[in-house]
């Protein structure tokens, strides 16, 4: 019977500061040249990665639209020197397309030519490093891990999958919730009878990507209680002690990273607040039982 092939990260135990230094170039140069070949891959689905990266903006001009449908028709019964024509592009109750000057474009706006261009090379890079991500990660992690005892690797290895999940998780809550729903709620505020409220391609990317990023990393809580818990350094019972903090300190982080409306910052941290309590519950879970006193999970319950 032939020997288990040897474990590359034990392999690496011994090495100089020099071949240290050769394995973490060695390491970081795989995972760049798949973040670029998978950039190149991206380019030539440039198109669809745009479509993509714009979902959440159709969704808010659907969602506005159908609130600006109703609001404008509230406006024509309550008023009667209003008529439908003023608004609508026909006199037909049953047609609810707007005028365009008071309507709400679902195409997002480029002030130079150069724009168009610099969204879809950030839309290929954002999508090469979402599918390569976590490759480069893993890269990274062989050459960390050179540096832990074997329990202390299989400690990261546990709780790595369930982070990269709840990271992805958090994107996606952004992508198809926090995105839509934040402009929807800034945009109830620029009636487009009053203002012409135009979307830059540029701005909108930076306010997407920001939103997403942050709530991956917000969906990082669960993991980081149950590992402080499990290695001993933070007692659950301390966890449920400060949950009133902790929300409050919520509110105050979501209003430091959200457009300032108190919608968009009880979206960011809603979830937040949810994710500490089921932190809480897996830090209980996850701690050595030792330093749970019998009844204390009961009595935080």
């Not at 609130?67 to 439908?84: F, G, K």
């Amino acid at each position: 019977m032939s020997d288990p092939a040897p474990d590359p990260i034990d392999q690496t135990e011994g090495m100089t500061l020099g071949e240290h230094l050769d394995e973490l170039r060695s390491r970081l140069f795989k995972g760049v040249v798949v973040i670029v070949v998978l950039f190149f891959v991206a380019w030539f689905y440039r198109d669809p990665i745009d479509q993509v990266l714009e979902g959440p903006y159709k969704r808010f001009v659907s969602m506005y639209r159908t609130h600006w449908v109703e609001e404008v028709e509230q406006r024509i019964a309550d008023d009667p020197e209003l008529v439908r024509t003023d608004f609508f592009l026909f006199d037909d109750p049953d047609d609810d397309r707007l005028l365009p000057q008071v309507d709400l474009s679902d195409k997002l706006q480029v002030t130079g030519g150069s724009e168009a261009f610099v969204f879809k090379l950030k839309g290929c890079l954002y999508a090469s490093m979402f599918v390569g991500g976590p490759f480069l990660l893993w890269q990274l992690w062989g050459f960390i891990a050179a540096g832990l005892y074997k329990k202390e690797r299989r400690t990261v290895l546990t709780y790595f999958p369930s982070s990269i999940v709840l990271f992805f998780s958090g994107i996606a809550f952004g992508y198809f919730v926090m995105v839509p729903y934040a402009l929807y709620f800034l945009g109830m505020e620029a009636p487009p009878d009053l203002v012409d409220p135009g979307y830059r391609k540029g701005e909108y990317l930076a306010f997407m990507s920001s939103l997403c990023l942050a709530l991956g990393f917000v969906f990082q809580l669960p993991i980081v209680q149950t590992a402080l818990a499990r290695v001993e350094l933070v007692r659950p019972k301390t966890f449920a002690h400060y949950r009133g903090h902790f929300a409050l300190a919520s509110f105050v982080l979501a209003a430091m990273i959200t457009p300032p409306d108190p919608i968009t910052q009880s979206l960011m941290a809603g979830p937040m607040i949810v994710l500490y309590e089921i932190g809480i519950w897996a830090a209980y879970l996850a701690a050595p039982k030792s330093i749970i006193p019998e009844g204390e999970l009961e009595a935080d319950a």
